[in-house]
């Protein structure tokens, strides 16, 4: 079991910058693969930014490449989603998301590979 807790969410204007956190506990962080999600109302959950295990190969959705950058710190167990540039387009709960895995390079882009998930985090862009 792994528990993810998401933070760094907030009310900011286009243009402007957000940090999110994602700080897990219980296993082994650096046995998994990490991703983030976003559901902006009445849409699907939508795949943003994954990171692998250890060799830090990172896939973007096409809308936040160029602007929001996936890292993590596996001594601090945290993952983090760096969103530059925002657009009103990016206002959604952002949810972190956790997979166990053996390949250390691999990232995981579906919703369905992922076994744990965070609460969620509000980000709104306004205009």
């Known amino acids: 079991q792994v528990q993810l807790v998401e933070s760094g969410g907030g009310l900011v204007q286009a243009g402007d910058s957000l940090r999110l956190s994602c700080a897990a506990s219980?296993?082994?962080?650096?046995?998994?693969?990490m991703g983030w999600f976003r559901q902006a109302p009445g849409k699907e959950r939508e795949f943003v930014a994954t990171?692998?295990?250890?060799?830090?190969?990172?896939y973007y959705v096409d809308s936040v490449k160029g602007r929001f950058t996936i890292s993590r710190d596996n001594a601090k167990s945290t993952v983090y989603l760096h969103m530059n540039s925002l657009k009103v387009e990016d206002t959604a709960v952002y949810y972190c998301?956790?997979?166990?895995?053996?390949?250390?390079?691999?990232?995981?882009?579906?919703?369905?590979?992922?076994?744990?998930w965070g609460q969620g985090t509000q980000v709104t862009v306004s205009s």
């Open positions: 219980g296993r082994t962080f650096r046995t998994f693969a």
């Open positions: 998301a956790a997979k166990n895995t053996d390949l250390s390079g691999v990232y995981y882009t579906s919703a369905f590979e992922y076994a744990y």
């Open positions: 990171i692998s295990r250890s060799d830090f190969n990172t």
